[in-house]
């Protein structure tokens, strides 16, 4: 039975690889994990291979206006959707679609929320009309908003029926939607910043502005 030599490595091959692992784990710290996690590029290489654009400060989780800790932003409950219940479905909203459906269109727009206001963006669109948004902040800040329907109806009323389908704070959404019934449909955004927001809109389908 023949004896199996393992090899041995020398001591001074062992501190030799020892100090390489250390010096490469230093660039990587160096190069990319503090441009990426923490910002900080001291030698200028973590912007040259991209590494600072994973970098996203605390700060920049903004309203636009500092810090936004979301933690501070008021939940939203399940009664705030749509009309209140003294307000009743308008028998409008069950009439059959149309035959024909509004022309396609295609359009880019911008819309202005003032500091500390609210204010709505809407279409008008048939019922079962179909579109595709998309809406972003011009510089991330964060908007409340509630997208909703309004049902067209004959006679003017007090109060007008609405359904909301998305209520949130984002400073972005996309999505396509499907109108439920003829009406106006939309978006109320509310600014509790102090400084005015633009909202940038892309929209393709079946509507009217």
């Known amino acids: 039975m023949s004896e199996m030599n393992?090899?041995?490595?020398?001591?001074?091959?062992?501190?030799?690889?020892?100090?390489?692992s250390l010096l490469i784990g230093a660039i990587l710290l160096v190069v990319a994990v503090l441009p990426a996690e923490y910002g900080v590029d001291p030698t200028g290489?973590?912007?040259?291979?991209?590494?600072?654009?994973?970098?996203v400060a605390e700060e920049e989780v903004t309203n636009g206006f500092g810090p936004m800790d979301l933690k501070d932003v008021p939940l939203i409950k399940l009664e705030k959707a749509g009309s209140g219940?003294?307000?009743?479905?308008?028998?409008?909203?069950?009439?059959?679609?149309p035959t024909e459906q509004l022309s396609s269109r295609e359009d880019q727009t911008s819309i202005i929320v003032p500091a500390g206001k609210g204010?709505?963006?809407?279409?008008e669109m048939l019922k079962y009309g179909k579109m595709k948004y998309e809406w972003t902040t011009a510089n991330g800040e964060i908007l409340y908003f509630d997208f909703h329907g309004e049902v067209k109806q004959q006679e003017k009323v007090d109060e007008v029926y609405f359904e909301s389908f998305t209520i949130a704070n984002s400073n972005n959404m996309v999505g396509t939607f499907l109108a439920p019934y003829e009406g106006k449909h939309g978006w109320f955004f509310r600014n509790n910043g102090n400084e005015d927001i633009t909202v940038n809109f892309?929209?393709?389908g079946q509507y009217n502005l």
């Open 6 to 20: 393992n090899p041995v490595l020398e001591k001074n091959k062992i501190i030799e690889a020892s100090i390489i």
């Open 202 to 204: 892309r929209l393709k």
């Open 45 to 55: 290489l973590g912007k040259l291979f991209g590494f600072d654009r994973l970098y």
């Open 119 to 123: 204010i709505e963006f809407k279409l």
């Open 85 to 97: 219940p003294s307000v009743k479905r308008p028998v409008e909203a069950d009439l059959p679609p």
